[in-house]
Structures are given as structure tokens and as C-alpha cells.
């Protein structure tokens, strides 16, 4: 992990088009503002892994759904 320090104002850039500001500093609490392209989507980390997780349940799901469509469509065929 890189590890950068940063003071209120001031900023640092991933590539060329995205950049991180230190708004403020509030206790515990840092305030960062985001400049990203408009078709990135940047979640919280605790969003980001909720959508991974029922991303992978509907893939099971799914591929659970097309095995049973599978043998129903072979028990069908062979009739």
C-alpha cells in the first residue's frame, strides 16, 4: 500500500484524469473530493463489496437456473 500524507487543499492524481482532494479534516473524519471521469462509477468500500457479493449470487443463481433448464430440457427431448 502506497501510503501519501496530505494536508487540507491539497491533491494527488491517479493517471490522468482523476484527482483527490483533502477538503478538510473533521475529528476522525478526512473529507475527500473526487474528481473522476463522468462514466466511472467509484463506490464506498462497503457498497463495492456488497455489489461483488450479489454479484456473485446471481451468478450462482443463474448458473444453478440454466443446469435444472438443462436436465428438464434433455428429460423433455428424450420423451
Given at each position: 500500500?502506497l501510503?501519501?500524507?496530505?494536508?487540507?487543499?491539497?491533491?494527488l492524481?491517479?493517471?490522468?484524469?482523476?484527482?483527490?482532494?483533502?477538503?478538510?479534516?473533521?475529528?476522525?473524519?478526512?473529507?475527500?473530493?473526487?474528481?473522476?471521469?463522468?462514466?466511472?462509477?467509484?463506490?464506498?468500500?462497503?457498497?463495492?463489496?456488497?455489489?461483488?457479493?450479489?454479484?456473485?449470487?446471481?451468478?450462482?443463481?443463474?448458473?444453478?437456473?440454466?443446469?435444472?433448464a438443462?436436465?428438464?430440457?434433455?428429460?423433455?427431448?428424450?420423451?
Amino acid at each position: 500500500m502506497l501510503i501519501l500524507t496530505r494536508r487540507p487543499g491539497e491533491s494527488l492524481y491517479l493517471g490522468d484524469d482523476i484527482r483527490i482532494t483533502v477538503l478538510g479534516m473533521q475529528g476522525k473524519q478526512i473529507k475527500l473530493g473526487l474528481q473522476v471521469p463522468a462514466e466511472m462509477t467509484v463506490y464506498r468500500e462497503e457498497v463495492y463489496k456488497r455489489v461483488i457479493e450479489e454479484n456473485q449470487q446471481a451468478m450462482a443463481a443463474s448458473n444453478e437456473d440454466l443446469m435444472v433448464a438443462a436436465t428438464l430440457w434433455n428429460k423433455k427431448t428424450q420423451q
